[in-house]
Nanobody, 118 residues
Framework: QVQLVESGGGLVQAGGSLRLSCAAS???????????MGWYRQVPGKQRELVAR???????NYADSVKGRFTISRDNSKKRVSLQMNSLKPEDTAVYFC?????????WGQGTQVTVSS
């Protein structure tokens, strides 16, 4: 079973930065590199939405709302994916979930709260 553990959420003022990390602690290296990794977010009453994704080959894509502000990266040797969030806005407030997908099957972390105050 895939276990994903997020960290790095918190409270920040608008314009500030946070860095989220997600560790796939129970995976071995040869497994981790076969997963596409991503970050999603969800606010109460709304559907979970894609924030950023990085494929096994390192190709990235972003939601339009975060382009130019957020950067996703992966460190395969550490079995970790990170999300650097800069120029944060109050509308970025949400629970952020790490996702590991392979063969169309998603796996989720428990989520970490990000709150941006105005």
């Amino acid at each position: 079973q895939v276990q994903l553990v997020e960290s790095g959420g918190g409270l920040v003022q608008a314009g500030g930065s946070l860095r989220l990390s997600c560790a796939a602690s129970r995976m071995i290296f040869s497994e981790f590199i076969t997963y596409n990794m991503g970050w999603y977010r969800q606010v109460p009453g709304k559907q979970r939405e894609l924030v950023a994704r990085i494929t096994t080959r390192g190709t990235t894509n972003y939601a339009d709302s975060v382009k130019g502000r957020f950067t996703i990266s992966r460190d395969n040797s550490k079995k970790r994916v990170s999300l650097q969030m800069n120029s944060l806005k109050p509308e970025d407030t949400a629970v952020y979930f790490c996702n590991a997908e392979r063969g169309g099957i998603p796996n989720w972390g428990q989520g970490t709260q990000v709150t941006v105050s105005s």
